[in-house]
T-cell receptor
Framework: KAGVTQTPRYLIKTRGQQVTLSCSPI?????VSWYQQTPGQGLQFLFE???????NKGNFPGRFSGRQFSNSRSEMNVSTLELGDSALYLC????????????FGPGTRLTVT | TQLLEQSPQFLSIQEGENLTVYCNSS?????LQWYRQEPGEGPVLLVT?????EVKKLKRLTFQFGDARKDSSLHITAAQPGDTGLYLC????????????FGAGTQVVVTP
């Protein structure tokens, strides 16, 4: 079974721009979560989607948004990029909303200049 | 909010030595996961423990879940350079089912 895939793997953007990241979960998994990882803050939860609905949300500003499609693929959007948004953005999928185990993709390394 | 505290932050050992990393919380865990992450990659799930007192073994890795489900440890026997990585513990939050929180991680470096 193919793992979680994320595109693109690397991205360089300028302050003020917006960016969209994509995640394809493991086949059959319906829950997708997004995380931001930085050296200073570690892994921080952004949001979770299940069956196209946002179930949980972390403490991030409204510039961070996401959506999930009927095929469970998910996108994350960050508008008006700031230097502090530079991070590794990770997507994780679970088979169900209540599953304990989540599987991560390789991440998208976003650099904001 | 339940906080996961990991210790030590950094561990550097020689190949063949043993090591233990810890994950603690002031609150009870519903479950606990351990991950290993290599630079530039996503975390890889190693194990999930659910029952207090549970012990799981994965080759040279031994995972323990405290009886009170407030602490967990990961022990590596005869460490190898391939064990190098960031070890993270994670737990589903008690206030919102499906939402996970992570410890800050323990960076392990095993030198030949």
């Amino acid at each position: 079974k193919a793992g979680v895939t994320q595109t693109p793997r690397y991205l360089i953007k300028t302050r003020g721009q917006q960016v969209t990241l994509s995640c394809s979960p493991i086949s059959g998994h319906r829950s997708v979560s997004w995380y931001q990882q930085t050296p200073g803050q570690g892994l921080q939860f952004l949001f979770e989607y299940f069956s196209e609905t946002q179930r949980n949300k972390g403490n991030f500003p409204g510039r961070f948004s996401g959506r999930q499609f009927s095929n469970s693929r998910s996108e994350m959007n960050v508008s008006t990029l700031e230097l502090g948004d530079s991070a590794l953005y990770l997507c994780a999928s679970k088979s169900t909303a209540s599953s304990y185990e989540q599987y991560f993709g390789p991440g998208t390394r976003l650099t904001v200049t | 909010t339940q906080l996961l505290e990991q210790s030590p932050q950094f561990l550097s050992i020689q190949e063949g030595e043993n090591l233990t990393v810890y994950c603690n919380s002031s609150s009870v865990f519903s479950s606990l996961q351990w991950y290993r992450q290599e630079p530039g990659e996503g975390p890889v799930l190693l194990v999930t423990v659910v029952t207090g007192g549970e012990v799981k073994k994965l080759k040279r890795l031994t995972f323990q879940f405290g009886d009170a489900r407030k602490d967990s440890s990961l022990h590596i026997t005869a460490a190898q350079p391939g064990d190098t990585g960031l070890y993270l513990c994670a737990s589903m939050t008690t206030d919102s089912w499906g939402k996970f929180q992570f410890g800050a991680g323990t960076q392990v470096v095993v030198t030949p």
